[in-house]
């Protein structure tokens, strides 16, 4: 997809902070465990070293003191991350200290670190990065965090609410400083709303756009200047489409997330071999992400035209590389050369696409045996309320007691229709539900799911008297037409998301249904004003207009979408589709992504006490590591001095090896008869003096006087 990607954006902001710390210094980069995350999942780690950087540690770890090395620290804004740098700060473990902040920190965290004397003589620099997101594709943003959605919709999280808004509009604020973007804002506001959640999008928005101006306040470089159009950030919520969590989706992204046992982390992987029933090897984890150039290629085409493009696209490789072809000419030197040459790409290639054909596959297998024809046929009329010639559906409750009834129909299947069914008649009797879940054969505590989904906007039960019709659709819903020629019966379905985007972009979008944040600014512009002010006019008095329609060559204009509560892989293929038409920069921007187990499992603990839940906000605060705080182990003493002999006379001592010579120490021999010589006539000399000296002492003692016996 053409545009910028945001991944490309994250990456650079990251390396040009590093690089730009020291030059031509060497450096050590000191991660916690989130930042490590967020590097990691776009950064390489040979693109780090390479840039005068020894050694990547963590902060929480054990670590050498290295005092005669500078440190870049890149961490996250947490009170126990403060607690380990304030105890590197203490020990003075490097040099000197480049401080980074994946965003802005706290107030308080920033107060207790200018206080202190020990930051201000060893930090010598210090900035916010704004890059607290993880960016999933190049135009698919994720906070990971799952607990969004029972933060902002379980009854027992109200007095979580606001600070969990004020996270996630800090979070989105740096998603616009990182595109370079002070977007006119709108938000999704209900027609009718009926559930205390109603007010979320409201207040989330203002949230963003008091710390957008903030930022604009005190950074006047900000937004920079750029000849492309002023952006739009559109605020919803899950409440804006309950369908598009629960559809069978058939497009290959949505498909293999759907219904294949994905392992799903910071990264996604697939093992063939695991969906293979009574298959006992164990089979490898392949990874499906950006770098995948076959899944970026066909991850939003339809399955029914996805084996063939896969059969042509891999005899396109092949013709590419033909020196891997089957020939019956013998091998030259050249040719094999050849071949070893592109053997590395040849063979990544072919497991990519043994990855993809396998993929294909088990997802037909799946869509065969759980019947997902029959079950999609139904599940289309629900939810755009026509049937498959765009007219009004007749018998829809007869066929969905059958197919409740149908053994082959999966469990959760069974649940997805009775949802979507209630969904499309605006709610039912009580106990028409009840009857719906036996002949399901659901078990009771699948009844939490269909009555929770009042919180979430929805009217679950009706009365006798209740005359109202059947819901009708806000978006989504197509007038009565004939079907284009090219287009899926199975999925006539189109998110309500991608909808709202064209209409704003046609400039026919309700501003009832989406408001301004200021109003007075911001809908007198409109689709001839605000949409097409250039960024370095939004601090002039004097905007500057443009044609209605931008061209292929005009900077495109970009849309940042946010979706509290999760957002769906059709709402994600929906925004790449209005990018690609309408030639803008579509970002989607969500907590986490939703598959629809995940949804029905997540609406279904709405009533589960919140202790079940393990939000982190009930988790114990994490600490700094003790270790951090241990003294410093004294250097041991230096060795006592120990004797030294005289070695400047051991030249003049005398070795006898046994033999007829003498050796001195250093190495000289001498004749023996001369060694006799000097020795007979030491001897002797020393003999006489020794006589002498006794015959003396003995007259002193006078032992010759006689003596009486």
Same mark, same amino acid.
């Given at each position: 997809?053409?545009?910028? $990607? ?19 210094? !060497? ?12 590097? /990691? ?44 740098? *304030? ?13 980074? !902040? ?14 202190? +004397? #020990? ?93 957008? @101006? ?26 804006? @489409? ?15 997330? /759907?219904?294949?046992? %994905? ?11 695991? &969906? ?20 970026? =290629?066909?991850?939003?085409?339809? #399955? ?26 013998? +091998? ?31 997802? #037909? ?7 997902? +024809? ?17 007219? =009004? ?42 009857? %719906? ?96 002010? $250039? ?57 986490? *992504? ?19 839940? @393990? ?37 003049? *001592? ?9 050796? &001195? ?21 020393? *003999? ?7 015959? =003396? ?13």
């Amino acid at each position: 997809m053409a545009g910028t $990607s945001l991944i490309g954006i994250q990456q650079n902001i990251i390396l040009e902070t590093i690089r730009g710390t020291d030059l031509g210094e !060497w450096k050590v980069l000191i991660l916690d465990g989130g930042s490590r995350k967020l590097v /990691d999942g776009v950064v390489g780690e040979d693109d780090i070293l390479g840039l005068n950087v020894t050694n990547i540690e963590q902060i929480e770890e054990r670590r050498p003191v290295n005092k005669e090395m500078d440190a870049v620290y890149l961490l996250s804004p947490l009170p126990h991350i403060l607690d380990c740098l *304030m105890a590197d700060l203490e020990r003075r473990r490097y040099r000197r200290t480049f401080l980074v !902040w994946t965003s802005l920190l706290p107030l308080e965290l920033q107060s207790r670190l200018d206080r202190s +004397a #020990m930051a201000k003589q060893q930090i010598v620099h210090a900035n916010v990065l704004n890059v607290d997101y993880y960016p999933r594709e190049s135009h698919l943003i994720t906070l990971r965090d799952p607990w969004s959605f029972p933060t902002l919709f379980h009854p027992a999280c109200n007095h979580l609410v606001r600070q969990h808004m004020e996270d996630l509009a800090q979070k989105i604020v740096s998603l616009c400083v990182s595109l370079g973007e002070y977007p006119t804002i709108r938000y999704y506001s209900p027609r009718k709303p009926s559930h205390e959640a109603a007010i979320l999008c409201s207040h989330l928005a203002r949230f963003v756009q008091t710390q957008l @101006d903030q930022y604009a306040k005190y950074n006047t470089d900000f937004p920079p200047v750029s000849p492309r159009p002023r952006g739009l950030l559109l605020i919803a919520d899950r409440s804006l @489409d309950l369908f598009a969590p629960l559809l069978h989706e058939f497009t290959y992204q949505a498909m293999v997330h /759907d219904l294949l046992p %994905l392992t799903e982390g910071d990264k996604v992987y697939y093992n063939p071999a695991a &969906s293979q029933v009574g298959n006992t090897e164990k089979g490898k984890d392949q990874e499906i992400g950006e770098k995948d150039s076959i899944w970026v =290629k066909f991850r939003h085409l339809h #399955m029914k035209d996805l084996l063939d493009e896969l059969v042509k696209d891999f005899n396109a490789f092949k013709a590419q590389n033909p020196q891997f072809a089957d020939s019956e000419n013998q +091998a030259t030197i050249n040719s094999i050369k050849d071949m070893l040459a592109g053997l590395p790409k040849f063979q990544q290639g072919k497991e990519a696409y043994s990855l993809h054909l396998s993929m294909t596959q088990d997802a #037909m297998n799946v869509f065969q045996e759980r019947r997902l +024809a029959d079950i999609a046929s139904v599940e289309q009329t629900l939810a755009t309320g026509l049937d498959e010639d765009y007219k =009004k559906p007749k018998n829809l409750a007869d066929q969905v007691i059958r197919l409740l009834d149908d053994d082959a129909v999966e469990f959760s299947d069974r649940l997805r229709l009775i949802v979507q069914y209630l969904l499309y008649r605006d709610g039912l009797l009580p106990t028409d539900i009840q009857k %719906l879940l036996a002949h399901a054969r659901l078990p009771a505590q699948d009844s939490e799911v269909i009555y929770n989904l009042e919180l979430l906007g929805a009217s679950v039960n009706r009365t006798l008297k209740d005359s109202r019709p059947v819901a009708n659709h806000q978006f989504g819903k197509r007038e009565a037409q004939a079907p284009p020629s090219n287009e899926s019966g199975l999925s006539r379905f189109e998110p309500a998301l991608k909808v709202i985007l064209e209409e704003h972009c046609r400039g026919a979008l309700d501003e009832t249904i989406f408001p301004y944040t200021k109003p007075h600014l911001d809908a007198a512009e409109g689709l001839l004003g605000q949409e097409h002010v $250039s960024q370095a006019s939004l601090r002039s008095a004097k905007p500057t207009w443009a044609r209605t329609r931008p061209s292929n060559t005009e900077p495109r204009q970009r849309i940042m979408v946010f979706m509290a509560g999760g957002a769906t892989y059709s709402e994600s293929r929906a925004c790449y589709e209005v990018s690609q038409a309408l030639n803008k920069d579509v970002y989607l921007a969500t907590s986490h *992504m939703l598959t629809p187990s995940l949804y029905l499992r997540q609406v279904g603990d709405l009533s589960v006490d919140r202790r079940r839940l @393990d939000l982190p906000a009930d988790r114990p605060k994490p600490r700094a590591p003790d270790h951090l705080f241990e003294k410093e182990m004294p250097p041991p003493p230096p060795p006592a001095a120990s004797y030294k002999p005289p070695v400047e006379s051991m030249h003049q *001592m005398r070795i006898n090896d046994g033999n007829a010579h003498q050796m &001195s120490v250093n190495g000289t021999r001498e004749d023996q008869s001369s060694q006799s010589q000097t020795a007979s006539s030491a001897g002797g000399k020393l *003999m006489k003096d020794r006589d002498k000296e006794g015959e =003396k002492k003995k007259k002193k003692h006078n032992f010759f006087s006689s003596s009486k016996r």
